[in-house]
């Protein structure tokens, strides 16, 4: 497999932008999803749309029969005011590409075009450009649409931008890499009353304080304190005046673990507090999950030391940090909870004040693409290659 050529890396970075300036939010990725079959047919790719909503497949045989591999990336932007300021910056206020999709997508489509351009494999390559990743499980609306059926891949593989570290060097874990995430909306309610006189009411913004310091404990109380576990309250909205008990208060959150266990412990937890919670201050309460759960994302063994190969024979500089997971999420995880597969992160280089993962001065490290792009396609080649050689020394 040759390498991009400049040409390519222009063509690609000009998707990028492109992308970039027109975000959309998870499930309204319309445009996106249109502008990526519109790219893949160019390449000479079999596209599939409509997979789970917006998703994409697009289909590259090789020259030869074979098993399958899948390369996955995610296309949908954040609900966060742009203020990176390029000339390709977001064209819609309050939208942006604050997580690096459109980086991504890009990635996938330089993969597409080194993998399209030779078709030295035995095999199949199914590119799939997931929508809905940030919220929603995009993933699973993909696969309860079929797409594990209709494009049978044995291994999974995929990767995401990492601010801090530099480009050109790749992080693989030996496991864990990100965190299952469950996610709650949590209202208290009660008939509410002049603040002068709170014994005609129960209190919700008494109740939501209780709750808010007594969720610190399901961590702290509850999870083996070996066992990574992470319990947030991002949103706490009620009352608007001084001298009045509000009718009702209402708390957002996020719960994340490495283990669904972990996880499901989270969960009773956070009911139990709930339920205290509103008793403590006499109010009714009503708690909703998304259900179910986002599982982490857990390399596994085989496909994690694919990636490695891949990374050496790509030229790639193997990130020799700690390799700590992160509590950020990535449905990724419900991928592998059917296929095995791995999960990469690849330099985004220096980290930009206020210009973190989801902060609305980030972008995309355009020099990330040329690497992104032949890891994956250097890992659906070796991953190919492995499992031809095994079909053919068992038959």
């Known amino acids: ?196 006189m709170p014994h005609l009411t129960g209190d919700p913004l008494l109740a939501g304080g209780h709750f808010l310091t007594g969720l610190q404990q399901a961590v702290g109380r509850a999870v083996d304190p070996y066992e990574p576990a992470v319990a947030t309250v991002g949103s706490f909205q009620g009352g608007h005046a001084q001298n009045i008990i509000p009718q009702s208060a209402e708390l957002k959150g996020t719960l994340r673990a490495f283990r669904m266990e972990t996880l499901e412990l989270l969960r009773d937890r956070t009911r139990s507090i709930a339920q205290s919670a509103a008793s403590i201050a006499s109010c009714g309460f009503d708690l909703m999950f998304d259900d179910p759960p986002i599982p982490p994302v857990v390399n596994t063994p085989a496909e994690r030391d694919l990636m490695r190969q891949a990374v050496k024979q790509a030229g790639l500089t193997a990130s020799e940090g700690a390799k700590k997971p992160t509590m950020a999420g990535d449905d990724f995880g419900l991928f592998l909870q059917h296929r095995p597969g791995a999960y990469v992160w690849i330099g985004n280089g220096p980290v930009m004040p206020d210009g973190g993962l989801h902060q609305p001065a980030y972008d995309f490290n355009d020099a990330a693409v040329r690497p992104g792009a032949e890891l994956l396609a250097k890992t659906a080649e070796i991953a190919l290659a492995k499992d031809t050689n095994l079909n053919r020394s068992t038959n």
């Open 1 to 196: 497999m040759g390498g991009l050529t400049e040409t390519d890396i222009r063509k690609l970075i000009s998707y990028r932008h492109e992308l970039h300036a027109h975000p959309e939010l998870s499930l309204e990725e319309t445009w996106t999803s249109a502008f990526v079959k519109e790219r893949l047919l160019e390449l000479g790719v079999t596209v599939h749309d409509k997979i789970g909503g917006h998703g994409v497949v697009g289909v590259i045989k090789g020259r030869r029969p074979g098993p399958a591999v899948a390369l996955r990336a995610d296309m949908d932007a954040l609900q966060i005011h742009e203020r990176s300021g390029p000339a390709y910056a977001s064209q819609f206020p309050g939208k942006m590409h604050a997580c690096g999709h459109d980086g991504h997508v890009a990635i996938l489509m330089g993969a597409g075009m080194l993998l399209a351009r030779t078709r030295d494999f035995a095999g199949t390559v199914y590119l799939v450009f997931q929508p809905a990743e940030e919220r929603l499980g995009g993933a699973r609306m993909m696969i309860e649409d079929g797409l594990l059926d209709r494009f049978p891949f044995q291994r999974i593989f995929g990767l995401h931008n990492w601010p801090g570290l530099p480009v050109g060097e790749v992080m693989v874990h030996d496991g864990p890499v990100m965190a299952g995430t469950s996610e709650f909306d949590l209202s208290f309610s009660a008939e509410g009353a002049h603040a002068a």
